[in-house]
């Protein structure tokens, strides 16, 4: 556990470093740096990307999850999250809704 804090701490200051603005909104649904939303953690914490361009959101593995720009991309930790953001569910990969 003090390993990963550790890992996230040093992430965010090497960020922060080179001009990253970070803010968490919400119990760490997603991140945004800069203005560009991308995961700092691995998959298993990011289980659902979303698209700012046409809020849909998508399960991590997703085809089209993996052809938004990073600069478009929000992760989401759970689908209720995603659903109280104003994102909808994907008619590709359907993930579950709240």
């Known amino acids: 556990m003090k390993r990963k804090i550790l890992s996230l ?3 965010l200051l090497i960020l922060i470093s080179i001009g990253g603005v970070v803010s968490v909104v ?8 800069g203005g560009a939303s991308k995961s700092m953690v691995k998959k ?3 289980p ?3 698209c700012k361009c046409n809020h ?3 399960y991590a593995d997703c ?3 993996s052809l938004i720009r990073p600069e478009l991309r929000v992760c989401f930790t759970s689908p209720c999250d995603a659903q109280a953001a ?4 994907c008619e ?3 993930p579950p809704v709240c």
């Open 86 to 89: 104003g994102y909808t569910p």
């Open 92 to 94: 590709h990969c359907h």
């Open 48 to 50: 659902y990307v979303g």
């Open 44 to 46: 298993e914490s990011c």
């Open 26 to 33: 919400g119990a760490a649904s997603h991140v945004t740096l």
């Open 56 to 58: 849909v959101y998508h």
């Open 9 to 11: 701490f040093l992430t």
């Open 63 to 65: 085809y089209y999850a």
